[in-house]
C-alpha cells in the first residue's frame, strides 16, 4: 500500500465549486467531498426541488464510486446537509430510490446556507473500495 492520498474528480461528475477533488482515497477508505445537485452534462442544478437535487447527487456518488472500482453497497457514512427540515421526507424518497436496500449511517444535518445559489441539499460520504 502507498503511503499517498490519491484525489480525484472524474469526468462525468459535477466540476467542484471550490479549490478541492470530490475524491479522496486511501487504500481501501473513500472519502467523497460535499456534492450538490447539480448535472455534470449541463453544469446546472438538476432541479429546483430536493428531490432532483438528492436524486442527482445519488446518481453522482454512484459514478464517483465506480470510478474507484467501488459501488453504493461500499457507503459506510452519508451526511446529509438540508437547507429547509420541511425537505426532509422528499430527500428520504430520493435516498431509498436510489440507495435500494443498503442502509449506510447518515446524518442529516439543517444548515441556513449552502455555498451555491439555489441548492437545497448537499451530501458527502465516507465508503470503502471493494478491494
Do not use: C
Request: net charge negative.
Amino acid at each position: 500500500m502507498t503511503n499517498i492520498v490519491e484525489t480525484s474528480t472524474p469526468p462525468n461528475t459535477p466540476t467542484p465549486i471550490g479549490p478541492y477533488n470530490h475524491i479522496a482515497r486511501f487504500g481501501s477508505f473513500v472519502s467523497i467531498g460535499g456534492t450538490a445537485g447539480v448535472n455534470p452534462a449541463t453544469g446546472q442544478l438538476a432541479g429546483p426541488d430536493v428531490y432532483s437535487q438528492a436524486r442527482q447527487i445519488l446518481e453522482s456518488f454512484s459514478a464517483m464510486l465506480e470510478s474507484i472500482g467501488s459501488d453504493m453497497s461500499h457507503i459506510l457514512h452519508v451526511n446529509v446537509f438540508l437547507k429547509n427540515m420541511q425537505d426532509f421526507e422528499d430527500m428520504n424518497r430520493a435516498y431509498v430510490e436510489k440507495m435500494g436496500p443498503h442502509r449506510p449511517a447518515r446524518t442529516v444535518i439543517g444548515v441556513n446556507e449552502l455555498p451555491k445559489p439555489g441548492v437545497l441539499v448537499t451530501m458527502n460520504l465516507t465508503a470503502i473500495s471493494k478491494e
